[in-house]
């Protein structure tokens, strides 16, 4: 068989306009999102214009929760993130920077762990320390992470160009 003759009507097929290329994603409940480099970054449930924004801070950062980490000894249950209805988030490839930035704030300062792109290493959220939010716990807080508006762009943004 030719392979050249079997495939010359696919490849003769036009190009998919960016409404067609938008039409092909998988869910229209889960909401992806990229850094300005194109690099998947961030997949939810909310969209990002959705989630609550800090209203005390400068930069309006979306907060977003976190699922908790699994329990290893913990039996898996497949129907506990579809009954609790809520909203689901996950960063998808970030790296998180190994020390802390201190950073100030109308009510003193923050110190703040940046996320960054896994490519590009742009800064586009960050997660608080517990310190700040008084009791006896210490370290990085991992069931919120606050988006930083401006680092993100939609999956059909980035198709759109």
């Given at each position: 068989?030719?392979?050249?003759?079997?495939?010359?009507?696919?490849?003769?097929m036009p190009s998919?306009?960016?409404?067609?290329?938008?039409?092909?994603?998988?869910?229209?409940?889960?909401?992806?999102?990229?850094?300005?480099?194109?690099?998947?970054l961030l997949a939810t449930s909310?969209?990002?214009?959705?989630?609550?924004?800090?209203?005390?801070?400068?930069?309006?950062?979306?907060?977003?929760?976190?699922?908790?980490?699994?329990?290893?000894?913990?039996?898996?249950?497949?129907?506990?993130?579809?009954?609790?209805?809520?909203?689901?988030?996950?960063?998808?490839?970030?790296?998180?920077?190994?020390?802390?930035?201190?950073?100030?704030?109308?009510?003193?300062?923050?110190?703040?762990?940046?996320?960054?792109?896994?490519?590009?290493?742009?800064?586009?959220?960050?997660?608080?320390?517990?310190?700040?939010?008084?009791?006896?716990?210490?370290?990085?807080?991992?069931?919120?992470?606050?988006?930083?508006?401006?680092?993100?762009?939609?999956?059909?943004?980035?198709?759109?160009?």
């Amino acid at each position: 068989m030719d392979i050249a003759q079997s495939s010359r009507a696919y490849f003769a097929m036009p190009s998919p306009t960016p409404e067609e290329k938008i039409s092909l994603a998988a869910s229209n409940t889960v909401y992806t999102y990229h850094c300005l480099c194109s690099h998947l970054l961030l997949a939810t449930s909310t969209p990002l214009h959705a989630l609550p924004c800090r209203q005390n801070s400068a930069d309006k950062a979306h907060m977003m929760s976190l699922p908790p980490p699994p329990a290893p000894s913990a039996k898996k249950n497949a129907d506990t993130a579809s009954t609790q209805g809520g909203h689901y988030g996950l960063l998808l490839s970030t790296k998180l920077d190994r020390a802390p930035e201190m950073m100030t704030s109308d009510n003193g300062f923050e110190k703040r762990y940046l996320q960054r792109c896994g490519r590009c290493s742009l800064a586009v959220g960050y997660q608080l320390d517990w310190q700040q939010f008084g009791g006896e716990r210490s370290g990085r807080r991992e069931d919120v992470i606050f988006l930083i508006p401006g680092g993100f762009v939609t999956t059909s943004e980035m198709i759109m160009g």
